[in-house]
């Protein structure tokens, strides 16, 4: 079964600190997506990355950066600095397949990460 | 605007009445899809169009539950008498292709239902 699971439910960090967002996924694929998504409180989902499994390198952007290991099935998420406008809720997701060719997201539960000015 | 909208933002029904959600997406886009997000979980799969086509409805909770895209872009998600149950955020997604494993969808800022 596909299954994605963000064990850290909220997390507080002070403005300018380093904060890793955990993600471990299940599934029986070999060939799998892996995305995060950040989701403001203004509620829209805004993509942040997408990976594939054949790609292990780790990948930065700006103050972003992820670590995808196979090994243990994780995609963890680091914000490096963080700031004030990181506040939101962060969902890892995997995309898995569904009925007559569809590929659905299955989502984690999310991580609210809080940023203390 | 160029993103997927929804409409209405907010909704709030009594138990029993029928609603009607809108979702229009970006101009273009073949597949479009539901999910719904009940409180402090992540979005749950509902149902996938390709097109006017709707090729996978299994996530659907019950057959209160109705989804249509009849001329492929703007769909509505209908759901008839409803329960305090169905009390969510519907969020929309659409994606230039058909679907894939690796296409990215982009979502609207979603449908909030209160069903009191």
């Known amino acids: 079964a596909q299954k994605v699971t963000q064990a850290q439910t909220e997390i507080s960090v002070v403005e300018k600190e380093d904060v890793t967002l955990d993600c471990v996924y299940e599934t029986r694929d070999t060939t799998y997506y892996l995305f995060w998504y950040k989701q403001p409180p203004s509620g829209e989902l805004v993509f942040l990355i997408r990976?594939?499994?054949?790609?292990?390198q780790n990948e930065i952007s700006g103050r972003y950066s992820w670590n995808f290991q196979k090994s243990t099935s994780s995609f963890n998420f680091t914000i490096t600095a963080s700031q004030v406008v990181d506040s939101a809720v962060y969902f890892c997701a995997l995309i898995t397949p569904g009925a007559a060719g569809s590929y659905q997201l299955t989502f984690g539960k999310g991580t609210k990460l809080s940023v203390i000015p | 605007g160029a993103g997927v909208s929804q409409s209405p933002r907010y909704k709030v029904a009594k138990r029993g009445q029928d609603v009607a959600l809108r979702c229009d997406p970006i101009s273009g886009h073949v597949s479009l899809f539901w999910y719904q997000q009940a409180l402090g979980q992540g979005p749950e799969f509902l149902t996938y169009?390709?097109?006017?086509?709707?090729?996978?409805k299994s996530g659907l909770p019950s057959d209160r539950f109705f989804a249509e895209r009849p001329e492929g872009s703007v769909s509505t998600l209908k759901i008839q008498r409803t329960q305090q149950e169905d009390s969510a955020v519907y969020l929309c997604?659409?994606?230039?292709?058909?679907?894939?494993?690796?296409?990215?969808?982009?979502f609207g800022p979603g449908t909030r239902l209160t069903v009191l």
């Open positions: 997604a659409s994606s230039l292709r058909p679907s894939g494993s690796y296409n990215e969808q982009f």
């Open positions: 169009f390709q097109n006017e086509a709707q090729l996978d």
């Open positions: 990976r594939n499994s054949f790609d292990e």
